[in-house]
């Protein structure tokens, strides 16, 4: 589940046209932390969840959504 909400803020953070750098200043966390939330190898407090959705103008269920898997992997 960690890496399906990763990848999804990902694809969100993408698709807004947001570095890591500028999502990670918008959260108020570092930019390898964001990098390490969208690989899912950290586990993602609620909190933080819902502060990652409002910088990016979305709902909390939302990061919940797969990506599709033509988005996923796009560099």
Known sequence: MLGV???RI???RRSKGL???DLAARVGVSRSFL???ERGV???RVDLMV???DAL???PEDLLKE???STATRP
Do not use: H, M, Y
């Open 35 to 37: 990098n390490a939330i």
């Open 42 to 44: 950290v586990r993602l």
């Open 67 to 69: 990506v599709p898997a």
């Open 19 to 21: 570095t890591e750098a």
């Open 5 to 7: 909400i990763g990848a």
């Open 10 to 12: 990902r694809q969100l």
């Open 51 to 53: 502060r990652i959705a």
């Open 57 to 59: 103008g979305v709902s």
